[in-house]
């Protein structure tokens, strides 16, 4: 096989198993094939960037299971008009994902040093209209409120407050609850007119959202 012919089976490979557990949205499937994961995973593990499994990136922190990614993604339901807020940049990733459904993300991370590697791939991949701040993102952001979707890609206890007050009715957040270092649940809040809706989507694993900015 040639250079090009392994990268297309490795690709096809990949959006298989995403496929096979779940992520069944074209519009998400397609984005999906077109941003490449392996740019967002550096060092010894990115050879590992096309199987289904999370992976460490710097400070500590890891980079979601891209099967994760999608049934996060599709659950938000995005429309071509969205706002998004996700609290958790990480590798910018997911970040990526969303800019391909959206009109404008913003993305916060509590390490000024992921954002600004984030920020530089954003710049090197023209994905123009995604907006990464370092800052606490449980409180949110006052300033671009209120937003059409917002993801957290960090557990808390429960749905952080600020969010529910910056997510529009008719609004969607996904967000894994539950005590860290256990399983928790991915659940999806849908905010209505009056009050909140929650359902649960299935069980998932991810780093804690921790209070305050990190020190890198
Ligand atoms: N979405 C990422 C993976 C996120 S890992 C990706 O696609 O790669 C979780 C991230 O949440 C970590 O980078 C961590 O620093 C961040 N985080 C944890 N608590 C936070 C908080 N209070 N505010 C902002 N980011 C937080």
Redesign the pocket.
Known sequence: MTPSEEEAERKMRFLFQIRSRGVTDAAVLKVMERIDRGR?VRGIFAERAYEDMPLP?S?G????QPSI?GLMTQALEIGPRDTVL??????????AILSGLARRVYT????KQ?VRDAEDLFREMDLSNIVAIT????FGLPDQAPFDRIIV??AAEDPPGPLLSQLKPGGIMVLPVGQSDTVQSLIRVRRLETGFDYEELRSVR??P???GL?NE
Do not use: H, K, P
């Open positions: 967002f990136i400070c922190q890891t980079i979601s990614v996700e609290v958790g940049t990480g590798s910018g990733y997911q970040a916060v991370d509590r390490y992921l800052g606490d993102g449980s890609t960090a991810f780093v959202l921790v209070e990190a």
